[in-house]
């Protein structure tokens, strides 16, 4: 897999500087990286979506729009992806691979029932069949 990222993300680099009006990794360099954090947000949103409605197949296609545009992102910002191979690779050898590093250094994880109590619900996501918009 990271042979396919790495490749989408070369072909971001080589159209970035294409036309515009013809190219949407050119537009969207030219818009900058609020509208490509946009885009990110978007197509993640997107995929949470359809997760929750069972469509595995819009699922799919979904996370192939989110892992262009997070590609387009990581090259404006100068970000590789053997950098991130690299933090998983960090964070494999500290918690697993399958697991999240907490967001402080100090912060320790709490017992299953300290989690499940302080867990807020994602009230938009829960119990609905949503639609996105397009």
């Known amino acids: 897999m990271s042979d396919s990222i ?3 993300y070369q072909a971001v680099l080589a159209a970035r500087h294409l036309d ?15 509208k490509m954090a946009k885009k990110v947000a978007e197509e993640a949103i997107e995929v949470a979506i359809d997760s929750v409605n ?9 996370s192939a729009d989110l ?10 910002a100068g970000v590789r992806p053997a950098d991130v191979w690299r933090e998983m690779e960090r964070r494999e050898h500290l918690l697993g691979i399958a697991e999240k590093l907490p967001k402080s250094a100090l912060k320790m994880p709490k ?15 829960e119990g609905r069949n949503l639609r996105k918009r397009h």
């Open 54 to 62: 069972g469509d595995a197949d819009a699922m799919i296609r979904e």
């Open 6 to 8: 790495e490749r989408l």
């Open 20 to 34: 515009p009006a013809t190219s949407r990794t050119a537009r969207l360099f030219q818009r900058g990286p609020a």
């Open 67 to 76: 892992l262009y545009n997070l590609a387009v992102l990581w090259a404006a």
């Open 111 to 125: 017992p299953a029932a300290a989690r499940a109590a302080a867990r807020r619900p994602i009230v938009a996501l």
